[in-house]
């Protein structure tokens, strides 16, 4: 299959923000597909994504019934960017720890560039409000 543009592949995790994300990636001009977090691995990786967004959702993922992904995703070098829910995915899998905090975090925070090699955050001056949810 001869692929004619790149994809940004969003996992859906069942996040209120899913179609914000999508909709902000392709403001960006880059092509992007929502795919359930349920989707078969084999699937995913027929898409050839460029990149992936793991969203939010409402679970934790230490509740029982949590959704999660196949741990095999993250072998594929496949640059993946973890919202809320999404990123207590990734550690889950990728050997960090997801602890639970003192209190919800929902409501204004601050980001703030501690790591010059950070791409993602590469051009940010000082630090930023931003909306925890």
Known sequence: MTRRHE???????GSQYTQLIARRVRELGVFCEI?????????????EPA??????????VYEPDAPQVDPALFGHGIPA???CY??????????GRVERAPEREFGPATVERTDD??????GLDGPQRVWAS
């Open 7 to 13: 994809t940004v592949l969003i996992l859906d995790f």
């Open 35 to 47: 795919a359930s977090c349920r989707t078969p691995l084999d699937s995913l990786l027929e898409r």
């Open 117 to 122: 090699r950070s791409l993602l955050l590469e």
């Open 51 to 60: 990149a992936l967004v793991l969203s939010g959702g409402p679970d934790s």
């Open 86 to 95: 999404g990123m207590q995915v990734m550690m889950r899998h990728l050997g």
């Open 81 to 83: 960017l973890g919202v």
